[in-house]
């Protein structure tokens, strides 16, 4: 079975410093994995996906992630976080490869993010 | 660009009662799919449809819930007798092809009395 474990349940940083939000997954195929961000009260907006094409995503907003199969991992980074990045984030994999499947969404329990000035 | 829309934002309803939550899918669309977020848990898929039937569904997805396409445009969600339990945020999401990114809702949170 495909599962994910978000390392962080709450990361806190500071303005204009580095974001790592860890994400680890598990999967007997090749996965498509997703990166979600959920703002209060909002939807869950795509940040970026991997779907096998680069190791290296880039996503929206200057995310990105890198894919590291030795490792079975999809950590998303930030170089600079601004305030507007506090949020949940969300790592996802693709339940796609399973027979049968349509490609239900498998969530990690979220990390929130804040941001201090 | 085109979202997906749901309808209402916060539904509240006695235990007991039939709710039925509403999303409208991006019009070109072709799989669509409920999840739920118990507050303070994680996302969790609930039922997958495609081509005007359910394609899949999960252990939440009991007899108490159904899924209809009534129209070319309108996915609804339907409870029959609401338990405290489904108190949560219902998602609805859709896609133009398995395994591409689905596109979600802002959501409607359920709240039973």
């Known amino acids: 079975a495909q599962s994910v474990t978000q390392l962080d349940s709450h990361v806190s940083v500071s303005e204009g410093t580095p974001v790592l939000l860890r994400c680890n997954y598990s999967?007997?195929?090749?996965?498509?994995l997703f990166w979600y961000v959920q703002h209060p009260n909002k939807g869950l907006q795509l940040l970026l996906k991997?779907?096998?094409?680069?190791?290296l995503v880039k996503g929206i907003n200057g995310f990105e992630a890198e894919f590291k199969k030795s490792e079975t991992s999809f950590h998303l980074t930030k170089p600079s976080a601004h305030m507007s990045d506090a949020a949940e984030y969300f790592c996802v994999v693709s339940d796609l490869l399973r027979g049968g499947s349509q490609g239900n969404l498998i969530f990690g329990k979220g990390t929130k993010l804040s941001v201090k000035p | 660009e085109p979202e997906v829309t749901q309808t209402p934002s916060h539904q509240v309803t006695q235990m007991g009662q039939e709710v039925i939550l509403r999303c409208v899918p991006i019009s070109n669309h072709l799989y669509f799919y409920w999840y739920r977020q118990i507050l303070g848990q994680k996302v969790e898929f609930l039922v997958s449809f495609y081509n005007n039937e359910i394609s899949e569904k999960s252990e939440i997805f009991d007899d108490q819930f159904s899924v209809e396409r009534p129209d070319g445009s309108n996915f609804t969600l339907k409870i029959r007798s609401t338990k405290l339990e489904d108190s949560a945020m219902y998602f609805c999401?859709?896609?133009?092809?398995?395994?591409?990114?689905?596109?979600f809702g802002d959501g409607t949170r359920l709240s039973i009395l």
């Open positions: 991997y779907t096998s094409a680069a190791t």
């Open positions: 999967s007997s195929y090749s996965p498509s």
């Open positions: 999401a859709s896609t133009g092809r398995r395994g591409q990114p689905q596109h």
